[in-house]
């Protein structure tokens, strides 16, 4: 029996950006097409099957341990990006201020999609949301570059509206205008997840001798 359900709703691919150097800064440069291969997006500074852990993850393991990647792509909604535009008071958010590499159009509440969810592309290639992308004050920087005083409320602004990041299940080409199929996880609420009491042995003693 299938797990995944087929939504009724199809987006549409709005804008794609890339970039390969992740050393000049979070802004990526709009692209016509994008390449998705295992490893991510061809040619892009986040793509790779390994990451190195960071502070998002420091409840689990050391900072710098090696992870499966799966931050290979964020995307964004256009109607998202309004809203926070909106809030800001600013004429528009521009999808490469965020670091975006595909922003949809038609999804309603793209952030908020359950983990698992599949986008698939006209293509076949599909990607995997895996969490909700939280937002961060490097954008409110880059905003504040072309809308000096603006951007210090971007954090709280876009709150669950950030957007996903997501890996790739199926490779294959996006473009322009791609219609989006949405597929989806059971819902169901798990009633048991409290958080821990704080632990007083660190990750690197619990994991016991390498």
Not at 134 to 163: L, M, N, Q, T
Not at 164 to 184: K, M, N, P, S, Y
Request: charge should be neutral; glycine fraction near 8%; charged fraction near 20%.
């Amino acid at each position: 029996m299938a797990v995944l359900t087929r939504s009724a709703i199809v987006g549409r691919v709005k804008a794609l950006l890339s970039s390969p150097d992740r050393a000049s800064g979070l802004e990526k440069e709009p692209v016509d097409r994008l390449a998705l291969a295992f490893d991510g997006i061809v040619g892009d500074c986040h793509s790779g099957r390994v990451r190195a852990s960071d502070s998002r993850m420091v409840t689990q393991y050391p900072r710098g341990t090696p992870v499966a990647n799966t931050r290979q792509v964020s995307i964004l909604s256009s109607e998202e990006l309004d809203e926070i535009a909106a809030a800001l008071a600013i004429p528009r958010l521009k999808p490469e201020w965020v670091g975006a590499n595909v922003v949809t159009a038609g999804i309603p509440e793209l952030t908020l999609l359950p983990p698992a969810s599949r986008l698939s592309f006209s293509s076949g290639a599909t990607l995997i949301v895996d969490l909700e992308n939280s937002p961060c004050r490097y954008v409110s920087e880059v905003i504040d570059k072309h809308h000096p005083g603006h951007g210090a409320g971007f954090v709280k602004s876009a709150a669950h509206k950030r957007g996903v990041v997501a890996w790739v299940e199926r490779e294959g080409g996006i473009a322009l205008d791609d219609a989006i199929v949405l597929h989806l996880p059971p819902h169901r609420l798990w009633h048991h997840g409290r958080p821990a009491a704080p632990s007083r042995i660190s990750p690197v003693e619990a994991a016991g001798p390498s």
